[in-house]
Nanobody, 125 residues
Framework: QVRLVESGGGLVQAGGSLRLSCATSGRTFSSYTMGWFRQAPGKEREFVAAISWTGSGTFYVDSVKGRFTISRDNAKNMVYLQMNSLKPEDTALYYC??????????????????WGQGTQVTVSS
């Protein structure tokens, strides 16, 4: 059974940094694209970042480019999201997700099949 567990969220002041982690189990994740999504109160879930199975390809939503960095450690089955220069509008529940198909690189939400429970990020102004 696929399992994703996020951690690292918290309360931070604007301009601060957080590093989110996603521990994966139940599958050989080294063959799958991984992604981070977020959902703010009253809003739909949105894509944040994705990384290809080898780690050579990354993609970000425009609003986080230059501030967030997605990475992965396939040996440890971990995915990370380093978030710098945080803004109040980054406040959301952040989810880790794994693609449905191996060796497929897509940032569409429909391409992701398993999700974690989320970790809350709150940025105060």
């Amino acid at each position: 059974q696929v399992r994703l567990v996020e951690s690292g969220g918290g309360l931070v002041q604007a301009g601060g940094s957080l590093r989110l982690s996603c521990a994966t189990s139940g599958r050989t994740f080294s063959s799958y694209t991984m992604g981070w999504f977020r959902q703010a109160p009253g809003k739909e879930r949105e894509f944040v970042a994705a990384i290809s199975w080898t780690g050579s390809g990354t993609f970000y939503v425009d609003s986080v480019k230059g501030r967030f960095t997605i990475s992965r450690d396939n040996a440890k089955n971990m995915v990370y999201l380093q978030m710098n220069s945080l803004k109040p509008e980054d406040t959301a529940l952040y989810y880790c997700a794994v693609a449905k198909a191996p060796r497929a690189y897509s940032v569409a939400e429909a391409a992701f099949g398993s999700w974690g429970q989320g970790t809350q990020v709150t940025v105060s102004s």
